[in-house]
């Protein structure tokens, strides 16, 4: 009897483990492996390898890939992928889709080289590509093969502005952003950078994209404290772990594998970034100011340029510049609370160049970016529209820099003291900010 009694204790036991060990393979397990890719897989089977970098590899290449973006503006394509890309190893690619509810069939990619590559090996590349029928596309990745069933290592890229195309440009959560295209190296120029940044707040600006590379240590603290604040959006741009960026733009003169930490890359990035955000987007670098000298702010400028050009979509502002190496000879701005602050004190220099019209002359812009399909530098090379040279009397760059005539004597400055107009309101916003932990 004690026999059976025991017996029956074991079968228990033994019926009790294994429901156990079926519930953990049945239950468990697939909600463990769900995110497995597999041919023809749910949408989460891309889950798994979205790329959550700003740079990544692209597979069985030399090549980069930076974002991808709907993109319906151009017949018969609607994504476009921003990437840097090895001129002389282009070959064949294919567009790769993962889809709400399955995996697509691949499409022929389209891939256009910027024009402007200043003779380094690798150039900004926009790939464009087609959806196939019936794929509510969220990822793309692209593939050097067609047809490929079920890639075990390839990286996708989120689509982005997906669900905000065809919004109404007046509802748009920014006004105005300004792109700044690289920080690199031990940059800390910290007074000009809080006195640009907050001259621009003054002026109407709601959002300054800034692609960080390196910076130095104190200018990286008021970076993350723009940041917290919500003005600053930093972007990561470890472009030096993959290629050898010059510090130059012509590679002749200054090597390297990319032009100017790949600016031309982040720039047309930023467009991109801001075309469902932004009313408008200033393309300029960290030492400039786009400032209009006929009106007190920026939305102000643009409503009577709109105006009188509606059909335009680039704005051409001229850049002056104004030599650090003369100072304002009172010495009123010169303020004892920023003595210990690394950088410029754009207020104490009121000199400037007239630009020598004889030799090229760079511009910088102010862009509708929905009309804008690609840029350089100092003018878009695709847009769908008209561009207008905005006159210097009523809006010019203030760039507070190395001369660039530097056999100009002081007699021959203009002096303009258009900064002055906002110190009131410009300096206490500038101690706050500086005294403001990160």
């Known amino acids: 009897m004690e026999l059976l009694k025991h017996f029956k204790k074991k079968l228990v036991l033994v019926f009790i483990t294994a429901l156990f060990l079926f519930l953990v393979f049945t239950v468990k397990t697939p909600s463990t492996y769900n995110s497995i890719p597999k041919p023809s897989g749910p949408p989460s089977a891309c889950s798994m390898r979205i790329s959550e970098q700003t740079i990544t590899p692209l597979n069985n290449t030399k090549h980069l890939l930076v974002s991808a973006y709907m993109d319906q503006r151009v017949k018969d394509f609607d994504i476009r992928i921003i990437g840097i890309f090895r001129r002389d190893s282009i070959q064949p690619l294919h567009c790769f889709f993962c889809c709400t509810g399955y995996l697509s069939k691949t499409t022929p990619a389209t891939i256009l080289q910027h024009p402007d590559n200043f003779g380094f090996p690798f150039v900004t590349t926009d790939v464009m590509c087609q959806i196939p029928q019936n794929c509510n596309a969220t990822h793309v990745t692209l593939l050097t093969t067609p047809d490929k069933e079920s890639p075990s290592t390839d990286q996708w890229l989120p689509i982005r502005n997906k669900d905000t195309v065809g919004q109404k440009e007046e509802n748009m959560q920014f006004d105005f952003t300004v792109c700044i295209s690289n920080l690199f190296g031990d940059y800390n120029n910290v007074l000009q950078f809080a006195q640009t ?112 050009h509606p059909n335009a979509g680039v704005f051409l502002i001229e850049n002056h510049i104004f030599p650090k190496k003369h100072f304002e000879p009172s010495g009123r701005f010169h303020l004892p609370q920023w003595n210990g602050v690394p950088g410029i004190n754009i207020l ?61 004597t002081l007699e021959q400055l203009n002096v303009d003291k258009r900064l002055w107009d906002f110190q009131e309101k410009l300096i206490p916003n500038v101690d706050k900010v500086l005294k403001r932990p990160p």
């Open 197 to 308: 940044l907050e001259m621009y707040k003054l002026l109407g600006v709601n959002r300054v994209v800034i692609y960080n590379t390196s910076c130095g240590p104190e200018l990286n603290r008021l970076l993350q404290s723009y940041s917290n604040e919500g003005f600053v959006e930093m972007v990561p741009w470890p472009i030096d772990k993959h290629l050898n960026p010059s510090r130059g733009w012509l590679h002749s003169e200054h090597g390297g594998d990319l032009h100017y930490f790949g600016q031309l890359t982040t720039l047309n990035e930023c467009i991109y970034r801001s075309m469902e955000r932004s009313r408008y987007v200033l393309l300029n670098d960290i030492d400039e100011i786009i400032m209009p000298y006929q009106h007190d702010d920026l939305m102000s400028l643009m409503n009577t340029l709109r105006n009188q």
């Open 348 to 408: 104490e220099h009121i000199y400037r160049e007239d630009p020598a019209r004889n030799v090229y002359h760079p511009y910088k812009m102010i862009v509708r970016p929905r009309m804008v399909e690609g840029t350089s530098v100092h003018e878009v090379i695709k847009n769908f529209g008209e561009r207008y040279k905005v006159p210097l009397d009523v809006c010019r760059i203030i760039h507070v820099r190395v001369a660039l005539q530097g056999s100009l």
